[in-house]
Antibody
């Protein structure tokens, strides 16, 4: 059974930085592209970033480009999202999902990131 | 403002058939396949339909998807109370080089 477990979400001040991660199990992690999607309060799902299976290429939404960095460690079956210059509108539940081009066949339960002073 | 346009709400009674539309442009739906998700509050989103009209394992065939030009639709037949959820369409956008989601449609089973 595929399992994706996000962690690292906390309350952080505007302008701060935070790293969140996603531990994967139940599938051959190194063979699949992975993605971060967020859901903001009262709004829908928003794609944040995706990365190829070998970690060689990352894609970013314009809203996070230059501030967020996606990475992965295939030896640890773990996906990461490094977030800097955080803003109030980055407050969201961040989901890790398996897949890349819009087809995400497994999702985690999410980790909550709150940006507030 | 989402790149893909969905109606904010839809409703139906048990047993009815409802459809949810998703409208895009030539750079997203017009040139890529569409996927649909069901999301119940407090749970992980679930892939319902992929590649316009394909079912992942375990999804009942009461759910079906179609695509024509720059629009797509999700149909739910034999509506059940457990279908009450938010539904999202998603696809790749060649101009943005990223995934775009619809704004979501809240389905109410009356």
């Amino acid at each position: 059974e595929v399992q994706l477990l996000e962690s690292g979400g906390v309350l952080v001040q505007p302008g701060g930085s935070l790293n969140i991660s996603c531990a994967a199990s139940g599938f051959t992690f190194r063979s699949y592209a992975m993605t971060w999607v967020r859901q903001t309060p009262g709004r829908g799902l928003e794609w944040v970033s995706g990365i190829s299976s070998n970690g060689g290429r990352g894609h970013y939404a314009d809203s996070v480009k230059g501030r967020f960095t996606i990475s992965r460690d295939n030896s640890k079956d773990t996906l990461y999202l490094q977030m800097t210059s955080l803003r109030a509108d980055d407050t969201a539940l961040y989901y890790c999902a398996k897949g890349l081009y819009g087809r995400f066949d497994s999702w985690g339960r999410g980790t909550l990131v709150t940006v507030s002073s | 403002q989402s790149v893909l346009t969905q109606p904010p709400s839809a409703s139906g009674t048990p047993g009815q058939r409802v459809t949810i539309s998703c409208s895009g442009t030539s750079s997203n739906i017009g040139s890529n396949t569409v996927n649909w998700y069901q999301h119940l509050p407090g749970t992980a989103p679930k892939l319902l339909i992929y590649s316009n009209d394909q079912w992942p394992s375990g999804v009942p065939d009461r759910f079906s998807g179609t695509k024509s030009g720059t629009s797509a639709s999700l149909a739910i037949s034999g509506l059940q109370s457990e279908d009450e959820a938010d539904y999202y369409c998603a696809t790749w956008d060649d101009s943005l080089s990223g995934v775009v989601f619809g704004g979501g449609t809240k389905l109410t089973v009356l």
